[in-house]
């Protein structure tokens, strides 16, 4: 299975950016994927989680109310709205996918969750 992410670029603070990220495997409904992030020289963070199975979101404190994370079962495609953003959210985007997902914020945070990574997209936020 291979994720494939992009969408990532340079925008001005206050701007928007959407991210996808595409699996080549099948979407089990038990499963779902998520969008973590990597700053410079900072810990890998969980961002957002999107389940298959009834469409749940989660979407971290950090990006509350202004991120919203989607999907396609269709496209096999998972999106990351990305609006009012800030240069503190200037990172690597990783995405991820998982067979079977546990239920509530441990489970959706948690890198072990997920069986498979993307490579990465970066979004860079200008002040």
């Known amino acids: 299975v291979q994720l494939q992410a992009s969408g990532g670029g340079l925008v001005q603070a206050g701007g928007s950016l959407r991210l996808s990220c595409t699996t080549s495997?099948?979407?089990?409904?038990?499963?779902?994927m998520a969008w973590f992030r990597q700053a410079p020289g900072k810990a890998r963070e969980f961002v957002a989680a999107?389940?298959?199975?009834?469409?749940?979101?989660y979407d971290a404190e950090s990006v509350k109310g202004r991120f919203t994370i989607s999907g396609d079962s269709a496209k096999n495609t998972v999106y990351l709205q990305m609006d009012s953003l800030k240069p503190e959210d200037t990172a690597v985007y990783y995405c991820?996918?998982?067979?079977?997902?546990?239920?509530?914020?441990?489970?959706?945070?948690?890198?072990?969750?997920?069986?498979?990574w993307g490579q990465g997209t970066l979004v860079t936020v200008s002040s």
């Open positions: 495997g099948p979407t089990f409904s038990s499963g779902g």
């Open positions: 991820a996918a998982a067979t079977a997902l546990g239920y509530g914020y441990n489970n959706y945070a948690r890198e072990m969750s997920y069986n498979y």
């Open positions: 999107y389940r298959w199975s009834g469409g749940l979101q």
